[in-house]
């Protein structure tokens, strides 16, 4: 399989990645932090899904502004990119540095998702510049970094669990100033011409991709993979501690919380590579369907041998990010040529407002329902499967 090999990655497209991944450890950095918050601020898991949250709300209203005003397409993709994970690097170390409480912590969460939003978005518009022939891989692999980036606070977490507990978010601030560097060295790819003629942009045009039955479809589907994956990756601790698989405040949870949501960068490559056999479709519906399995499952689980839980787990944290980047390529086909940036970050918008209800409704709810709160997770895939129907049948007709 080349596809897993450096060597058989364009230069551009590995160093976007790379800055993805160095740039999207942002995310969940609070989270690597999570015991320590818990005890030294005296918060509960609701106050740390409300920290989640604040992030998330600053990536929709930094995605609206980008779909809106047609920003991307007047300046370089690079430079915002750039410039987004240097400011959301300096709002990172804030948050390490200056917070002191869940209200002092959530101005500074928000303004690292508001520079998110100038991250994810415009790396995907970096790779289309530079390879729009093979967009669809290429994305996939994107999205694998943006996980292994999610996953990268609990790696450091791991290798620093004796230190204090700022060390893994000044870590990530760290990684986000070297994604700057990286990416405004690249440049902007040769398929990306910045127009600054351009009219303002109209609501109304983006939500005209929607009249559209494929756009819909795959849009629809996205909306209930959100509901599912964000969290899923904010749970991911709780999860394993529920499992018996490692204490609370222990260096191997850090170690299986990094696993777990790492895998999911290997998902993301091996569908990336079986798309190119079976289309972006049918990948989307596999996955979505091995994810819904193990939603369903884990209750269950939690009185197996340890192999068999951690294997679940494994298997749900690759399979539960692996649809993603084909969302993406799926709905870029579906809408309009010209409105393809806009389309797309407007989906991001509203997907991550539908994260916003799953992760704070979750965090609430998770001592009462104990293992039971993945089933609460369940009904994402499934309606994502139910609304992907028309696209992946059609695939399977055609094959």
């Known amino acids: 399989m080349a ?21 999207t450890s942002l995310w969940f950095s609070a989270n690597s932090a999570a015991d320590d918050l818990i005890l030294r601020w005296g ?9 989640t949250n604040a992030v998330q709300l ?12 047609g920003l991307a397409d007047r300046y370089p993709a690079s430079r915002i990119f750039a410039l987004s994970a240097l400011a959301g690097a300096l709002f990172n170390a804030g948050f390490a540095v200056s917070a002191n409480s869940l209200a002092s912590g959530i101005p500074w969460r928000f303004a690292v998702g508001l520079c998110l939003a100038g991250v994810y978005p415009l790396g995907m518009k970096l790779i289309v510049s530079w390879v729009p022939e093979r967009a669809g891989q290429a994305l996939a692999q994107l999205v694998g970094m943006l996980t292994l980036g999610t996953a990268l606070p609990h790696g450091i977490r791991l290798l620093g669990h004796n230190l204090p507990w700022q060390m893994p978010l000044l870590g ?6 070297l994604a700057a560097g990286l990416i405004l060295r690249l440049g902007d790819g040769p398929h990306l011409r910045c127009r600054h003629d351009l009219p303002p ?3 109304g045009r983006v939500l005209m991709c929607f009249s559209r039955p494929e756009f819909r479809a795959s849009a629809l589907a996205y909306f209930g993979h959100q509901w599912e994956l964000y969290a899923f990756w904010t749970l991911v601790p ?29 998902g993301c490559l091996a569908g990336g590579w079986l798309s190119q056999q079976i289309g972006s479709a049918r990948v989307a519906a ?4 091995l994810s819904a399995t193990c939603c369903a499952l884990y209750p269950f689980a939690v009185d197996l041998p340890s192999g068999l839980k951690i294997t679940l787990l494994l298997l749900w944290g690759g399979s539960v990010v692996a649809d993603s980047p084909h969302f993406s390529a799926l709905s870029a086909r579906a809408c309009p040529p010209e409105m393809v940036g806009s389309a797309l970050a407007f989906q991001n918008a509203l997907g991550f407002a539908v994260t916003m209800i799953s992760i704070q409704w979750s965090s609430q709810i998770m001592a009462d329902w104990g293992s039971q709160i993945s089933w609460l997770l369940l009904p994402g895939p499934l309606f994502a499967l139910w609304a992907l129907a028309p696209l992946w049948r059609r695939a399977a007709k055609n094959s």
């Not at 918060?43 to 920290?51: C, E």
């Not at 600053?58 to 005003?69: E, H, K, M, P, R």
């Open 58 to 69: 600053g990536f929709i209203l930094g995605t609206l502004i980008f779909a809106l005003s």
């Open 238 to 266: 709780a999860l394993i501690i529920l499992s018996g698989l490692a204490p609370a405040g222990s260096p191997s949870l850090s170690g299986f919380s990094f696993a777990i949501i790492g895998i999911g960068a290997i």
């Open 3 to 23: 596809l897993f090999t450096v060597n058989a990655m364009p230069r551009p497209v590995f160093v976007i990645v790379l800055a993805q991944l160095f740039g």
């Open 286 to 289: 596999i996955a979505l369907t």
């Open 172 to 177: 990530a601030s760290a990684l986000a100033i």
């Open 43 to 51: 918060i509960s898991a609701t106050d740390l899904g409300t920290l």
């Open 201 to 203: 942009f109209r609501l």
